[in-house]
């Protein structure tokens, strides 16, 4: 399936994402908020205004909202839009294609868009959330990584499932974290931002088969899976589950990479400095 089509399987389940997807490490916040130049260090005390490029059900807007900032979210999914207005209603969610929105005027301090910017047009994507920065402005881009660690064998393990019901299985096993490269490329290429600046966070979540599985379910890859072969993956990722003691354990790497528009105030660097 292509990546038009992939992106729009998330919204056929919102409740399901809202449920089983997890939320973002609070370190993450706190980084953005010295980047920001608003942290507990800053003597700056000022409204944010943040714009966020596919919020899903709100995993990552609430911890904002929380934080004073007024949020404006724009999401591709009609159903996905409609639970995050449910679980953070006092940010304003926008049904809209993000690559064809038609942009307002360039006031926000931040933009985001947190395991969502693989999904926009790589053509288009920097060079359209630079549109809507104020000067000094900062792009930040969460990724989620599915890395080694946790129930290592399992990993190993269940290669075997994907091998019997996936036309493109994954090689190799899960990299390390490590080898995650942190690539600042596009934001080099496009000649609209200063300096990559880099965070990592690494963390577990134990789950147990039912509610592995219906992780599992909340991924496009999966999703567009037929019938048959989802349910012939899914009895065998159960099994593997239940005879290693019923749970599984998943090690994620959630990566920041945050730039701020040319013609800068310093605050990036400063708080960069002070770590």
Request: one cysteine or more; a negative charge.
């Amino acid at each position: 399936m292509s990546r038009e089509q992939l992106r729009q399987t998330f919204t056929e389940d919102a409740e399901l994402y809202d449920r089983v997807r997890p939320n973002y490490p609070s370190g993450l916040y706190d980084d953005l908020a010295d980047l920001l130049g608003v942290g507990e260090a800053s003597a700056v005390s000022r409204p944010i205004r943040v714009l966020e490029i596919g919020p899903g059900t709100g995993q990552a807007t609430r911890p904002m909202v929380q934080r004073g900032w007024s949020i404006t979210a724009v999401e591709l999914g009609a159903e996905l839009a409609a639970v995050a207005r449910r679980n953070v209603p006092a940010s304003d969610i926008i049904v809209a294609d993000f690559d064809t929105w038609e942009l307002p005027a360039p006031t926000f301090d931040l933009v985001l868009s947190a395991t969502a910017f693989h999904w926009l047009d790589p053509a288009t994507r920097v060079r359209r959330c630079a549109q809507v920065l104020r000067p000094g402005g900062v792009l930040a881009v969460v990724s989620t990584h599915h890395i080694a660690g946790g129930s290592e064998q399992f990993f190993v393990d269940v290669q075997r499932c994907y091998d019997r019901f996936t036309d493109d299985p994954e090689k190799g096993g899960l990299p390390a974290a490590s080898a995650v490269p942190e690539d600042s490329s596009e934001f080099g290429a496009s000649g609209l931002f200063g300096p990559v600046r880099f965070r990592r966070y690494e963390w577990e979540v134990v789950y147990s088969a039912a509610e592995y599985l219906e992780l599992l379910s909340s991924y496009s890859g999966h999703r567009a899976l037929t019938a048959d072969r989802r349910d012939g993956l899914y009895d065998c990722v159960r099994a593997l589950i239940e005879a290693d003691g019923g749970t599984v354990t998943k090690r994620y790497l959630t990566q920041l990479s945050a730039a701020v528009s040319l013609n800068q105030p310093l605050a990036l660097d400063a708080a960069d400095q002070s770590r």
